[in-house]
């Protein structure tokens, strides 16, 4: 999961939304992802599709059966499909995701049988540690936004 | 959706299950995709994401909210993501996927109020034509390998 953060505070750096993946295969990264969404402008490039992508091309093979994926936060539905369909040995996240998660917050995907596959699922891996990157993102965006409005203010008191 | 048939015939050429999709703007084709997973051995190369990354890219923006998808077959749970993330206005589909279509056959994940987004979707375009594609496709791929067994057991009784 240290993997993963790494590869959130990549996300961080590039002022995008602080969430990282990794897909491991007998003990070794074979695939790293992190948000990317604003710096692409490209709606799928989520931490966890783009560490399968990689983690796929390593290998060959679009079956990760023996892998594990590691992630920040609970997977989207795009994500938890993109496991399902990579058959992913097993899930491991950090913190919860109330607005979005498909993985036991809103649903559950990975466990749901009607699909072919579900992998071993374990949450709150390091949660805190996790959850905290997102909040202190979140909060540092709502000041600047804030500053930005009274900048904004202040320059039309000026002119008046 | 005549778009998104010429697609899912490009994946049939490639001996790769045929699903094809397109995303339109303004009445015009932004985006194309069709199933590639054998061909890339990457899980994720479905039809629809990968027409959604074209429009993306072609957009230079990942909110495809003024875009149509259409596709040959009922989104499954990562395409259905993708759609939802790419905020598209609307999505028509042909055939009904009962095995793994979350569009309205084991669940609907495009018209689930608790996520940011819910994109007008009318299915059954071109059902016919859409399916039969499919099933042409499955009854081919069974009879190749009932012929290959049939081989396999005629060198089998050769050589005993």
Same sequence: chains 1, 2.
């Avoid at 790494?6 to 939304?17: P, R, T």
């Avoid at 540690?129 to 500053?147: P, S, V, Y």
Wanted: with cysteine; charged share 30%; aromatic share 6%.
């Amino acid at each position: 999961m240290e993997e993963a953060i790494k590869e959130a505070l990549k996300a961080k750096e590039k002022k995008e939304v602080p969430i990282g993946a990794v897909v491991v295969y007998q003990g070794k990264v074979i695939g790293r992802g992190h948000n990317i969404r604003e710096t692409s402008q490209d709606a799928t490039t989520h931490a966890e599709l783009l560490a399968i992508k990689e983690a796929c091309h390593y290998k060959g093979n679009w079956r990760l059966e023996e892998c594990q994926l590691f992630v920040t936060l609970e997977p989207c539905p795009m994500c938890s499909g993109g496991i399902i369909l990579a058959r992913l040995e097993s899930v491991y996240f950090g913190a919860m995701d109330p607005k979005a998660g498909t993985a036991g917050s809103l649903m559950n995907l990975l466990a749901d049988e009607r699909f072919n596959h579900q992998p071993y699922m374990e949450s709150g891996i390091l949660e805190e540690e996790c959850g905290e990157l997102l909040r202190t993102f979140f909060k540092e965006l709502r000041e600047r936004n804030k500053q930005k409005k009274r900048d904004k203010q202040a320059v039309i008191e000026k002119e008046v």
